[in-house]
T-cell receptor, first 113, second 116 residues
């Protein structure tokens, strides 16, 4: 979607290696979110950010960390990738205010072998 | 806290038939409600959303949904299914409160199949 990009789009990595996914926005939105999508589970929130250096855990945060050193970038790191982290990862952004909607990135397909 | 339940992980309809996808939510404060569609190997596309005001919400591609507070429901309907409607549909809720940081909670999804 316009205003939000995720990189890489696809990645294959080995068990035990660290992996960082990037979410970049050009909308200057305050809120940013990382979700993972797995069959039968829908999208589940991993971590989110409500401002620069302000982050918090979602419902499936174990094994993941995040950082947001500037408004436009929200990084998701798998400290030591495991096969259970094979998934499609989506980033989303939202402006501050009651009528803003959410914009989702195109997703990153991560395979841990 | 908030949660979403989508009844039926798989719904199959004939082309031209009514589409009804069910969504029930729980939220401790007034909710924002959303329906998203995802086509195979693609991202999420917003179909429609309810924030405040009119409880019958019209979206893209002929879909609509009605917010029923008394039933805590936000079911998605379309009068006549097209083959192109075959996709996975997700209902989602966020709390109408900045203190919640507008976290969006999704249901597990309903896969819609349209038969010719």
């Amino acid at each position: 979607d316009a205003g939000i990009t995720q990189s890489p789009r696809h990645k294959v990595t080995e068990t035990g290696t660290p992996v960082t996914l990037r979410c970049h926005q050009t909308e200057n939105h305050r809120y940013m979110y990382w979700y993972r999508q797995d069959p039968g589970h829908g999208l589940r929130l991993i971590h989110y950010s409500y401002g620069v250096k302000d982050t918090d855990k979602g419902e499936v945060s174990d094994g993941y960390s995040v950082s947001r050193s500037k408004t436009e970038d929200f990084l998701l790191t798998l400290e030591s990738a495991t096969s259970s982290q094979t998934s499609v990862y989506f980033c989303a952004i939202r402006g501050q205010g009651v009528y803003y909607g959410y914009t989702f990135g195109s997703g990153t397909r991560l395979t841990v072998v | 806290a908030q949660s979403v339940t989508q009844l039926g992980s798989h719904v199959s309809v004939s082309e031209g038939a009514l589409v009804l996808l069910r969504c029930n939510y729980s939220s401790s404060v007034p909710p924002y409600l959303f329906w998203y569609v995802q086509y195979p190997n693609q991202g999420l596309q917003l179909l429609l959303k309810y924030t405040t005001g009119a409880t019958l919400v019209k979206g893209i591609n002929g879909f609509e949904a009605e917010f029923k507070k008394s039933e805590t429901s936000f079911h998605l309907t379309k009068p006549s299914a097209h083959m192109s409607d075959a996709a996975e549909y997700f209902c989602a809720v966020s709390m109408n409160s900045g203190g919640s940081n507008y976290k969006l909670t999704f249901g597990k999804g309903t896969l819609l199949t349209v038969n010719p």
